[in-house]
């Protein structure tokens, strides 16, 4: 709402946005990046998913409604001037650990040491991109900040990145950009964070891990990126705890996991980037955001009609709240995502089963009676009642949701099966998958091809 405040003010009409009192920090910092610092807010007291109904009447007559009335009778507190250093200045002095300190201090770290950006080690990751340093890559809430090239490489300096990562770091913070992914949404309540997913040559050319521990720390390629990713999301976007970041519990970045593409062409399957419109044997990263997820030990069987009873019900007992996204809140835009070990998807390929089979029967299978999806929604959504044969009747989601008027009838977790994203990786021998509780729409997936030449990166 604070948006529509902005809008409201900037015509000269006066507003007044009602902001619960654990959010009164991130209205300021929000209002700030919105470009009219102190817009008016009143506080509601508490939380209201947590007060009775009389409980919140009374808090709202005897504090909300008297904030609301002094910020439609009145104008917003003057701003100060507050000016930003210049991406060249020099903004600390020192040795290591009073660079380190000064930074932590201005809250430019994550709490881990970082490598000093200094003007020479900015300079050698520029010079491995064709790109203008000045040239914005985009504007990125919740501080409107511009992403310039020179800001990538300064991140990419204080992650212990390598110089020759930085045409990785230009393609993340492109889909960053990206309006379909949705970056403003980096520090709401479920506290999800983002998986970097990599294809193409760059793999093997920069070393990444895509076998056994690839969700581990430890390989410099994969855990400087993933740290990046966080540092950029602190330092430019904006996203600070306690002020733009609102994670209740929050996640902690994560580390690049590369595909298995030596298995995915063996196999005759699409690499994800494929499946995210990449030509084949493009260089790609693909991001996507998710609250959290779930190992799955032992899948057993000698086929894929055998292994698949675990992967069906690993899968419907992953999601519950994120289902919004399927039906409610982002129209469709649910993504689940499987990584599978290597053996697991040979074994299914042996059969002939193409990367579009395994999806398929996901859909199919992965299912549960329409009874329990609507009361998830019910209970979710906050609205008193779901119909789905409503829904469908009014247009707004897919026949498959009703087939019948049978309240017991299976319905799917998505709309369609190539809803469901699979990435081959991990240890070659072990019989696992790892499923991702996706966002939908608070964190959509997007794909960047890599540009190792400079040139302007296409989807």
């Given at each position: ?6 809008a409201?003010?900037g ?7 009602l ?17 009219l ?13 947590v ?6 009447e ?31 200045d020099?903004i ?10 000064a ?70 913070i492109?889909?960053?950009a ?14 999800g964070?983002?998986?970097?997913i ?20 430890g ?12 540092l ?19 996640n ?5 996991v ?7 062409r063996?196999?005759?399957?699409t690499?994800?980037?494929e499946?995210?419109?990449?030509a ?5 990263v ?13 899948v057993?069987?000698?086929?894929p009609?055998a ?6 019900d690993?899968?419907v ?5 994120q ?45 549960m009676?329409a009874r ?16 789905l ?20 009838r ?31 729409v ?11 030449s ?6």
């Amino acid at each position: 709402m604070l948006r529509a405040s902005a809008a409201a003010e900037g015509a000269g009409v006066p507003s007044s946005t009602l902001v619960c009192e654990g959010f009164l920090g991130l209205a300021a910092a929000a209002s700030v990046g919105l470009g009219l610092p102190n817009l008016p807010v009143a506080r509601v007291v508490g939380h209201p998913g947590v007060q009775s109904k009389e409980m919140l009447e009374r808090n709202v007559l005897d504090v909300t409604l008297e904030g609301v009335m002094n910020n439609l009778l009145s104008a917003p507190a003057a701003a100060g001037a507050d000016r930003e250093p210049g991406a060249r200045d020099v903004i600390a002095s020192g040795n290591f650990d009073e660079i380190n300190d000064a930074f932590y201090a201005s809250g430019l770290s994550d709490g881990l040491p970082i490598i000093p950006p200094t003007r020479e080690k900015v300079e050698q990751f520029l010079r491995r991109t064709d790109r203008d340093p000045d040239e914005s890559l985009g504007n990125l809430l919740p501080d409107s900040r511009a992403a310039t090239v020179w800001s990538v490489a300064v991140n990419g300096v204080m992650a212990g990145c390598r110089p020759e990562y930085m045409p990785v770091l230009v393609a993340l913070i492109e889909a960053m950009a990206d309006p379909a992914y949705g970056v403003e949404h980096s520090g709401n309540t479920p506290g999800g964070e983002t998986l970097i997913i990599l294809n193409g040559p760059i793999i093997r050319q920069l070393g990444f891990n895509y076998t056994q521990g690839v969700m581990r720390d430890g390989f410099r390629p994969n855990t400087s990126i993933g740290r990046f990713w966080r540092l950029y999301l602190r330092n430019v976007a904006g996203f600070l705890p306690h002020k733009n970041d609102k994670a209740t519990f929050g996640n902690t970045w994560r580390v690049v996991v590369a595909e298995n593409e030596d298995v995915v062409r063996k196999i005759g399957w699409t690499a994800v980037s494929e499946d995210m419109g990449c030509a084949a044997g493009d260089s790609a990263v693909t991001i996507a955001r998710y609250t959290g997820g779930n190992h799955i030990s032992s899948v057993s069987g000698a086929t894929p009609e055998a292994m698949m009873p675990y992967l069906h019900d690993a899968m419907v007992r992953q999601y519950s709240w994120q289902l919004m996204f399927t039906v409610g809140q982002g129209m469709g835009t649910l993504r689940p995502l499987m990584l599978v070990s290597p053996i697991i998807a040979e074994t299914i390929a042996g059969w002939g089963w193409s990367k579009r089979d395994l999806q398929r029967h996901l859909f199919d299978h992965a299912r549960m009676p329409a009874r329990e999806f609507e009361r998830i929604l019910r209970d979710w959504t906050q609205k008193p009642t779901w119909n789905l044969k409503a829904e469908h009747e009014a247009g707004r989601i897919p026949r498959v949701f009703h087939e019948s008027d049978d309240p017991g009838r299976m319905v799917p977790l998505v709309w369609k099966p190539e809803d469901y994203m699979i990435a081959v990786t991990g240890d070659l021998t072990r019989n696992s998958v790892y499923i991702f509780a996706h966002n939908g729409v608070l964190g959509f997936p997007v794909a960047r091809r890599i540009a190792l030449s400079g040139s302007r990166a296409a989807t």
